[in-house]
């Protein structure tokens, strides 16, 4: 059988470099074949398996050195291109099968419905393309004869626990939380927490926007908005319960009261292979788990008096429209500005919150999304010092 033909988009990112490892790990059966990065060429450099035909850089700089690069290297049959335009192009090949999006932030979102309308599948890594545009996308799945499979460990839990399951049967989704770094830090000392201590997540290894979301517990209020369009389930049926150990990645309930949970390592590369070689299974690079290792596993409410995130993100859902974009687009400048130590980290949701509160919003159609992640990005910077005063 002819290996799958992949083409990671965020290839220089922690997802996009665990990906090329299972890739690695089945050559049999997968082949990278396309990659779209940032600016940064020597990661890309490193990610030049001799399959790969294709690249797109964010700008024109970094693709002409790019291109430089390879020449040097007598790779001339590598074509090398920016911007979004030539990333559209990239993800509709006719020599690509599945995409792995990984690329962060909600510009993800005009490529992965180009990828769908084509008819690829998608494994989705990025958060934002279905928060800001979550109903554009199912309907570019549906239109496009694409699919979407779900990379994310808790979206992947929760994607496996379904399978022969029928819909109807389904009473919750459990999306399950690590509580981050500050899941027992006094609501007082909160304020003064540092990037550095944001960044030291207790349980995964991940990129440093999703880090500071996890501290916030905004990474898992955006994976209940998530969840809501992937699986077509009511917000009010999705819950979030906090579980410091990370061995249960999500969990279903069915309406005869039994519940389903998928427990593995906390190793991002599971998740990733099942979604590349969707539906079949195959031996992993992860060590097994071992449940006496293991221990005990805890359970609690998350404390949404510590972690106001959580709240936003329901509302922006239940707001809808435009709403979940500018929630995403401003807490990713808040983030941004927390990591640059210009504000603190509990302003981080205060000023999300403080733009959503002058947002009115629209219905859900391309430009309207694009100019309200626009408009969101810009009123955060410029709420920015009033939030932090």
């Known amino acids: 059988m002819k ?20 890739v690695r790990h089945h050559p049999e059966a997968l082949r990278v074949v396309a990659l779209a990065g940032g600016r940064r060429v020597e990661p890309m450099l490193a990610q030049m398996e001799d399959s790969v035909k294709a690249v797109v850089m964010a700008d024109a700089a970094a693709a002409r050195e790019l291109r430089e690069a390879l020449a040097a290297r007598g790779r001339r049959d590598v074509a090398v291109a920016a911007g979004q335009e030539a990333l559209v192009e990239l993800v509709t090949r006719p020599d690509v099968d599945l995409v792995v999006m990984a690329m962060v932030g909600a510009e993800a979102l005009v490529p992965t419905l180009a990828a769908l309308q084509a008819g690829k599948q998608v494994a989705l890594a990025t958060k934002e393309v279905l928060v800001a545009g979550g109903e554009l996308v199912m309907q ?20 496996q626990c379904l399978q022969g399951q029928d819909p109807r049967a389904v009473a919750r989704l459990i999306l399950t939380a690590s509580g981050g770094p500050f899941r027992t830090t006094p609501l007082g000392e909160l304020r003064r927490v540092t990037p550095a201590q944001a960044l030291r997540h207790p349980t995964w290894r991940m990129g440093a926007k999703v880090t500071v979301d996890s501290a916030t517990l905004m990474n898992k209020g955006l994976e209940v908005i998530e969840a809501h369009w992937l699986f077509d389930v009511p917000l009010e049926r999705i819950e979030v319960v906090v579980h410091p150990q990370s061995i249960v990645h999500s969990c279903v309930e069915l309406v005869d009261g039994s519940i ?78 927390f990591l640059e130590g210009r504000i603190g980290f509990t302003d981080i949701p205060r000023l ?15 430009p309207a999304i694009l100019s309200a992640d626009a408009w969101a990005r810009e009123a955060a910077l410029v709420r920015s010092a009033a939030v932090a005063l």
């Not at 999300?352 to 391309?366: K, N």
């Open 3 to 22: 290996p799958k033909q992949i083409a990671i988009v965020g290839a220089t990112g922690s997802i996009g470099r665990q990906t090329a490892d299972v």
């Open 260 to 337: 389903l949970a998928h427990l593995g390592p906390t190793d991002m590369r599971i998740p990733i292979q099942y979604a590349l070689l969707f539906p079949q299974r195959a031996k992993s690079p992860v060590r097994g788990l071992s449940l006496v290792e293991v221990g005990s596993l805890t359970f609690e409410e998350p404390d949404r008096s510590r972690f106001p995130a959580l709240d936003l993100a329901y509302a922006a859902a239940r707001a809808g429209g435009t709403m979940p974009a500018v929630l995403n687009a401003a807490n990713e400048v808040a983030v941004g500005l």
């Open 352 to 366: 999300v919150g403080a733009v959503m509160e002058e947002h009115e919003p629209q219905p859900a159609e391309l």
């Open 140 to 159: 570019a799945a549906r239109r496009g004869s694409g699919q979407l499979l779900p990379v994310d460990s808790e979206h992947s839990a929760i994607f």
